[in-house]
């Protein structure tokens, strides 16, 4: 793959094009569980069984259950996603501080997207999760995109975070919504 964007000083470390018919293990690993701890460089929160590669895109599918992390600080982050919008999905891109929260004084989460119950926004959210015994989560909402209607919304988009010393931006396709 050719990237043809990519800022002055800034390098690629990693990307997927999903041209193999199955997940690479090494550049992902799964968990089925938000308070799980992947072992790999990548998360997906779902289970083989929710996951194919067609076309050479990565499709996930929420089901319902009976019942990894990559290290940077600084950089951007994005994804070309094709996600629901409406009740009652919740697609969303977002990263967290390494390592099990029981085990932290706190949990930082950036939510680059999420995607509640409306037909035609997408919310970024700054968390900071603290210990259950403290009872205490601190969240700083950062704005939302809004598409110019609902069949907008639910075609391909980039959704990026570049995160520097100075500032976060939250954008969909190059337009900035967000700075931190």
Not at 87 to 100: C, E, I, V
Not at 158 to 173: C, G, H, L, Q, R
Request: hydrophobic share 35%.
């Amino acid at each position: 793959m050719v990237f043809d964007n990519v800022p002055d000083g800034y390098n690629i470390v990693w990307y997927d094009d999903f041209t193999s018919s199955e997940l690479d293990n090494k550049k992902w690993c799964q968990f089925t569980g938000m308070s799980g701890t992947a072992n790999g460089d990548h998360s997906v929160t779902a289970g083989e069984h929710n996951l194919s590669i067609k076309n050479d895109e990565l499709v996930m599918s929420a089901k319902r259950e009976a019942d990894g992390t990559y290290t940077f600080k600084y950089g951007i982050l994005e994804m070309r996603a094709k996600v629901p919008y409406g009740k009652p999905a919740w697609p969303s891109l977002w990263t967290r501080s390494y390592g099990p929260l029981q085990k932290a004084r706190y949990m930082t989460e950036l939510d680059i997207f999420e995607v509640f119950a409306k037909d035609d926004e997408a919310a970024s959210t700054i968390h900071k999760w603290y210990p259950p015994e403290c009872n205490c989560h601190v969240q700083k909402n950062c704005g939302a995109y809004r598409f110019a209607s609902k069949e907008d919304a639910v075609k391909y988009h980039i959704y990026a975070m570049n995160w520097t010393p100075e500032k976060i931006e939250f954008s969909v396709d190059g337009n900035i919504y967000y700075v931190c």
